[in-house]
Each structure stands twice: as structure tokens, then as C-alpha cells.
């Protein structure tokens, strides 16, 4: 039977696959799930090499959709990033908020602080799905909140659409 390895998974089956697979990893300092799910019990290696080429560019996507976020956030017409910050600055308490921000900054608006607090969490991959080739689900905390800013990219990392998910 073939196999093909893959950052962080190690060797897998080209075929008689399992729909689910993941590891936890450390990236920047945070620990992310990365899940690859299969449609198909087989999969063809270039598929697989662009799987690999994807695990490979993470940071770089990470700061990419971090870049996406900030645009989302001061765009007038972009609502995903600004409407999961207010959310979370008119849901959660002041000792929870206090966790993440600084009420004495008279400087960096709170929104601002809770922006720069939006971690990576997890990344899932869809190498032969229909839609989306990954969706990064970023959070200002998985003990705080269950609310994610999700942002679902093609295999080049590009933009699809943002959106707020639990």
C-alpha cells in the first residue's frame, strides 16, 4: 500500500483513507489543532503534495489572514471582525475582559486590544472536498468564548469568505 508523508501527520495511506485525522501542534507560541478530512478512501499524490506545500506555508497564512482580519475590521462594508469584537465586549464581564485588555490604555481603543488578541486556534484541511481547501478558526480565547472568526481559504491560502461561527 503507498503512503505519503506529510508534515506533522507523518505517513499516510494514498488509499484506504480515513475520513479524520489530527494533531495538535505549537505554532508562534500557540497550540493549534490541524484536522485533514477526506471525502474519498483514496487520494491521488498531487493532491497530497499540495496538501504538504500548504502544512509547509502555515505561519505565512497565518499572517496573510491576519492581514484579511485587520482589512474586514477597518472596512466600513466588512462586518465579521468588528461584530465578533463588540459581541465579546458587550457579552463578557469586566473581570473576564480584564484577562485581555487594558482598561487604563487611554491610547489603544478596546476593540484595538481585543483585535491583536485573536489567536489561531485551529486549521482544518478539505483536499478533496467540494468547497473550501482550508478554514482557519482564529479565537481571543477557547476557555472564554465558543465564537470564532473563521476564515475559509483556497490552496494558495487566498481569501474565499470570513466568517463568526461557535
Same mark, same amino acid.
Given at each position: ?21 489530527? #494533531? /495538535? ?12 478530512? &477526506? ?18 506555508? &502555515?505561519?505565512?497564512? /497565518? ?13 466600513? /462594508?466588512?462586518?465579521? #471582525?468588528?461584530?465578533?469584537?463588540? @459581541? @465579546? ?8 475582559? $480584564? +484577562? ?7 491610547? $489603544? ?7 491583536? +488578541?485573536?489567536?489561531?486556534?485551529? #486549521? ?8 473550501? &481547501?482550508?478554514? &482557519? ?30
Amino acid at each position: 500500500m503507498a503512503e505519503y508523508a506529510l508534515p506533522y501527520f507523518g505517513n499516510l495511506p494514498t488509499e484506504n483513507l480515513e475520513e479524520y485525522y489530527d #494533531v /495538535d501542534i505549537e505554532l508562534n507560541g500557540n497550540k493549534i489543532q490541524i484536522d485533514l478530512n &477526506f471525502e474519498n478512501k483514496t487520494i491521488d499524490t498531487l493532491i497530497m503534495d499540495d496538501v504538504k506545500k500548504f502544512i509547509e506555508k &502555515f505561519e505565512s497564512f /497565518d499572517q496573510l489572514n491576519k492581514t484579511y482580519m485587520l482589512n474586514d475590521y477597518n472596512d466600513e /462594508d466588512g462586518d465579521t #471582525v468588528k461584530f465578533y469584537l463588540e @459581541h @465579546h465586549l458587550e457579552e463578557l464581564d469586566k473581570d473576564e475582559l $480584564t +484577562k485581555l485588555v487594558n482598561f487604563d490604555d487611554t491610547i $489603544t481603543a478596546l476593540e484595538q486590544q481585543l483585535l491583536s +488578541k485573536l489567536k489561531l486556534v485551529r #486549521v482544518g484541511l478539505y483536499p478533496d472536498g467540494e468547497y473550501n &481547501f482550508a478554514t &482557519f478558526d482564529y479565537s481571543i480565547g477557547k476557555d472564554i468564548t465558543d465564537q470564532l472568526v473563521v476564515i475559509n481559504t483556497d490552496e494558495n491560502g487566498q481569501l474565499d469568505y470570513m466568517t463568526m461561527e461557535s
